[in-house]
């Protein structure tokens, strides 16, 4: 990948960074020159084959594998950054889960709380153990991952369309309250993406005419295509945008 170093001497952590999207904004931080502190609860064996790549990179990496949406887990996380890069710049609060793909009265009060921490509290927390660090950073940037489905709704998900919809007015928010301290808050909102978590979910979409058919550009997305949204609003070139939920959806929802 060739991209340019425009995040050199920067530190980032991101979330769910295990595969999929998170490991392809991992990789795409990596090579704009970050340093980027990686987690995620599970997937041991595929959060190392992320450390894999960005060791192949050569830039500064960090694995801390801890439950985000447990504040004790945050907090190490933050730590350990800090630790590693003496300062975070960028928080990618990526991490998110479905858990299940039913209809809504089928959904447990257990699962509709899980989903909601996992997808929504997390950017709480994470805001509250790295604010400190992105304050006195020259450049904080907190980019929180959303999903189509907070625009467009979407049957057997609402626990996670509604967690997304939380997500898309925590970024507005707290924008209007970080922004007198220099640090932008946005959102990147995919829509139907290519990953093994859309695969185990949905099956082997791999020119599905239902998708393909909402979209303007004829082609499925692809993390790494979300991972160049995320690098955008990372960078100086976006230090004037804030508050914003950035669509990434082949043109599907034009918002």
């Not at 929504?120 to 992105?134: D, N, Q, V």
């Not at 996670?160 to 007015?169: D, E, W």
């Amino acid at each position: 990948m060739s991209v340019g170093r425009t995040l050199e001497s920067r530190s980032a952590i991101v979330t769910g960074a295990a595969r999929g999207i998170g490991r392809a904004i991992a990789v795409r931080l990596a090579s704009a020159g970050a340093s980027v502190a990686i987690n995620d609860r599970a997937h041991a064996e595929e959060l190392e084959a992320t450390a894999e790549l960005l060791r192949e990179i050569g830039s500064p990496f960090v694995v801390v594998q801890g439950d985000v949406s447990v504040e004790s887990d945050v907090n190490s996380l933050a730590e350990r950054t800090m630790l590693a890069f003496g300062g975070i710049d960028i928080v990618v609060n990526n991490a998110a889960i479905v858990d299940v793909h039913c209809d809504w009265n089928e959904i447990t009060v257990e699962t509709w709380d899980r989903v909601q921490a996992v997808n929504l509290r997390s950017c709480f927390l994470t805001l509250r153990a790295c604010h400190a660090a992105l304050a006195a950073s020259k450049a904080g940037r907190i980019i929180n991952m959303s999903s189509i489905t907070a625009l467009t709704g979407q049957a057997r998900i609402l626990h996670y369309a509604s967690s997304k919809g939380g997500v898309n007015s925590f970024t507005r928010s707290l924008a209007r309250e970080l922004g007198p301290e220099g640090i932008t808050v946005n959102a990147v909102v995919p829509g139907a993406i290519r990953t093994e978590a859309e695969a185990e979910l949905f099956g082997d979409l791999v020119n599905a005419p239902e998708i393909l058919g909402q979209q303007s550009i004829k082609r499925r997305g692809t993390a790494e295509d979300v991972a160049g949204a995320v690098a955008f609003l990372a960078s100086d070139e976006a230090s004037f945008v804030t508050g914003q939920a950035l669509v990434v959806d082949g043109g599907w929802v034009m918002h």
